[in-house]
């Protein structure tokens, strides 16, 4: 069974801070690793992806990958208030999405 | 661009009905997707179409049934609803190329079954 595993959570950080959320996967294999965004109520949408060792930012954000510790990580600097949502990494195998396990998400909240 | 629809929004259903959710995506993907969401356990695949004309079981399939009738749509079928049933439903599709196998997510689908 191929697992991604986050902390559920809640993560709170105040307005303007960095938040650091952590994402282990157990399958060696994995090729490609995505961070999706989810509020409350509404589907998940992509922040970024990754699939090279190292780091990859988009603005505000940064997606760090280490396949050796089997860990992906995504920073999100200057923190507002409308990053508050439920953040889950997702992790794919294969072309086909056979093995494209999503984590259980981890809930940040954003303190003004 | 639409993106993925997926139809309906919500839905009520007796244990033991059947039911038909509708998803169509007009991103020319060839991926496609189904998924449920339950809280506290992320999204769970249910069963996906790798490409027009083929369906395979996630991990997930008890209880469902899929059809993808055309590069477009790919549907859900629960043909005996259970209480164990109620979820939020996800369609998703993808280009299904390695490097660029983004999915792409509807709005969901909000079941519950009494």
């Known amino acids: 069974q191929k697992e991604v595993e986050q902390n559920s959570g809640p993560l709170s950080v105040p307005e303007g801070a960095i938040a650091s959320l952590n994402c282990t996967y157990s399958?060696?294999?994995?090729?490609?690793f995505f961070w999706y965004r989810q509020y409350s109520g509404k589907s998940p949408e992509l922040i970024m992806f990754?699939?090279?060792?190292g780091d990859k930012e988009d603005g505000r954000f940064t997606a760090q990958l280490n396949k050796a510790s089997q860990y992906v990580s995504l920073l999100i600097r200057d923190s507002q208030p409308s990053d508050s949502a439920t953040y889950l990494c997702?992790?794919?195998?294969?072309?086909?999405?056979?093995?494209?396990?999503f984590g259980p998400g981890t809930r940040l909240s954003v303190l003004p | 661009n639409a993106g993925v629809t997926q139809t309906p929004k919500f839905q009520v259903l007796k244990t033991g009905q059947s039911m038909t959710l509708q998803c169509a995506q007009d991103?020319?993907?060839?991926?496609m997707y189904w998924y449920r969401q339950d809280p506290g356990m992320g999204l769970r695949l249910i069963y996906y179409?790798?490409?027009?004309?083929?369906?395979d079981k996630g991990e997930v399939p008890n209880g469902y049934n899929v059809s993808r009738l055309n590069k477009r749509e790919f549907s859900l079928r629960l043909e005996s609803a259970a209480p164990s049933q109620t979820s939020v439903y996800f369609c998703?599709?993808?280009?299904?190329?390695?490097?660029?196998?983004?999915?792409?997510f509807g709005a969901g689908t909000r079941l519950s079954v009494l």
């Open positions: 991103m020319n993907h060839n991926s």
């Open positions: 399958d060696r294999g994995s090729q490609s």
């Open positions: 179409s790798a490409s027009e004309g083929t369906t």
């Open positions: 997702a992790v794919n195998g294969d072309n086909y999405g056979q093995n494209f396990v």
């Open positions: 990754i699939y090279s060792n």
């Open positions: 998703a599709s993808s280009e299904g190329i390695l490097a660029k196998n983004i999915q792409y």
